[in-house]
T-cell receptor
């Protein structure tokens, strides 16, 4: 069964910490995405990548960075965690052709709490 | 960015009834997709309809697309308790191979 795996389901971090959220997919997808999901605000795109070492800012990149050194792995980095980054973080992947046929495949999400 | 609007925001029906959710969007699209999200989990892709299609079926799901009105509907027939979830529509804009634009979702509750 094809998968997108996020390294943690729940994470609690302190304000000011550097936080790494890892996402790995086994479908050889070119495209990978990081979203955050907050009640009443829906899914908001943070960053996406359409190839190794390529990255594009989404709608809310401030306070975040990403890394894609290998095709299968897309990491989201919170440089200095703040309480307003408490959220559900969702990773997704797709292929350029597949996104028009099979949509995105999502991970199970990481619920991050910053205290 | 969000271009999709879904209504209703919440829907509560009895098990066995049909559930209809609607989605409207703003720009020209390649396709429109529906996803389900169970509480606290990731999203699961349900069905995709291309801009040149008007209706599509998958099991108990029926999706319609009206590009002239920039709207879509998702019908779940003979609902079950396991259908309780949030449902999101997402559109792939005509000028994008990568991104989806998301609606805010409809929360569906099926009462036993």
């Amino acid at each position: 069964d094809v998968k997108v795996t996020q390294s943690s389901r729940y994470l609690v971090k302190r304000t000011g910490e550097k936080v790494f959220l890892e996402c790995v997919q086994d479908m050889d997808h070119e495209n990978m995405f990081w979203y955050r999901q907050d009640p009443g605000l829906g899914l908001r795109l943070i960053y996406f990548s359409y190839d190794v070492k390529m990255k594009e800012k989404g709608d809310i990149p401030e306070g975040y960075s990403v890394s894609r050194e290998k095709k299968e792995r897309f990491s989201l980095i919170l440089e200095s965690a703040s309480t307003n980054q408490t959220s559900m973080y969702l990773c997704a992947s797709s292929s350029p052709a597949g996104s028009g046929m099979r949509g995105y495949t999502f991970g199970s999400g990481t619920r991050l709490t910053v205290v | 960015s969000q271009q999709g609007e879904e209504d209703p925001q919440a829907l509560s029906i009895q098990e066995g009834e049909n559930a209809t959710m609607n989605c409207s969007y703003k720009t020209s699209i390649n396709n429109l997709q529906w996803y389900r999200q169970n509480s606290g989990r990731g999203l699961v892709h349900l069905i995709l309809i291309r801009s040149n299609e008007r209706e599509k079926h998958s099991g108990r799901l029926r999706v319609t697309l009206d590009t002239s009105k920039k709207s879509s509907s998702l019908l779940i027939t003979a609902s079950r308790a396991a259908d309780t979830a949030s449902y999101f529509c997402a559109t792939q804009p005509m000028d994008s191979n990568y991104q989806l634009i998301w609606g805010a979702g409809t929360k569906l509750i099926i009462k036993p």
